[in-house]
């Protein structure tokens, strides 16, 4: 059974950093890339940050590339998403998403920018 799930969200004011974590079970995390997306109330999930397996690549959305970093430790199954420099506009809930075979979601975690 393939697991994704994500922790690390929370509140933090504008300026400040948040690390997300998303734990992945049930087949070799390593032999895939993994991408975080993000969803703001009434608006679509979009793609902020993917990761190819090896680490060879990543690539960032616009929005955010030289304030989030994207890794993986394939020793612990996890992928990280280090957030620097958030603003409100970055407020949503994080999710952690697997191509493995039809593909998989973590359940989300919520971040809030906000003073």
């Known amino acids: 059974q393939v697991r994704v799930m994500e922790s690390g969200g929370g509140l933090v004011q504008p300026g400040g950093s948040l690390r997300l974590s998303c734990v992945v079970s049930g087949y070799a995390f390593s032999s895939l890339s993994i991408q975080w997306h993000r969803q703001e109330p009434g608006k679509e999930r979009e793609l902020v940050a993917t990761i190819t397996k090896g680490s060879t690549a990543t690539r960032y959305a616009d929005a955010v590339k030289g304030r989030f970093i994207i890794s993986r430790d394939d020793a612990k199954n996890t992928a990280y998403l280090q957030m620097d420099s958030l603003k409100s506009e970055d407020t949503a809930i994080y999710y952690c998403?697997?191509?493995?075979?039809?593909?998989?979601w973590g359940q989300g975690t919520q971040v809030i920018v906000s003073t």
């Open positions: 998403y697997s191509p493995y075979r039809t593909g998989y």
